[in-house]
Nanobody
Framework: QVQLVESGGGLVQAGGSLRLSCATS????????MGWFRQAPGKEREFVAG????????LYATSVKGRFAISRDNAKNTVFLQMNRLKSEETAVYYC????????????????WGQGTQVTVSS
């Protein structure tokens, strides 16, 4: 059983930056593709970014390409999401997830989830 714990959320002004972290335990971190998702009030959870086991392949939602960057440190069992030039519509709870099979964009493909961290972007 894998456990994921997100941190780094908070309040930021539009145009600002924030860096999220996800610490993992209970499994072999380097064996999991990792993803970040977000869910705003009244909306479905959506894919934001993903990274392969070794970090050589990354995926991004079209809305965040060029502004967000996902990375991982396998020695620390941690995945990060650097978010730049944030927009007010990106206010949401951000979730970290682990995929035991392969990197993907669909929530149903991921096996383990963190509790989420709130990101609020003010106008």
């Amino acid at each position: 059983q894998v456990q994921l714990v997100e941190s780094g959320g908070g309040l930021v002004q539009a145009g600002g930056s924030l860096r999220l972290s996800c610490a993992t335990s209970g499994g072999t971190f380097s064996s999991y593709a990792m993803g970040w998702f977000r869910q705003a009030p009244g909306k479905e959870r959506e894919f934001v970014a993903g990274i392969s086991t070794g970090g050589d392949v990354t995926l991004y939602a079209t809305s965040v390409k060029g502004r967000f960057a996902i990375s991982r440190d396998n020695a620390k069992n941690t995945v990060f999401l650097q978010m730049n030039r944030l927009k007010s519509e990106e206010t949401a709870v951000y979730y970290c997830a682990a995929d035991a099979k392969r990197l993907g964009r669909r929530t149903e493909e991921y096996d383990y989830w963190g509790q989420g961290t709130q990101v609020t972007v003010s106008s």
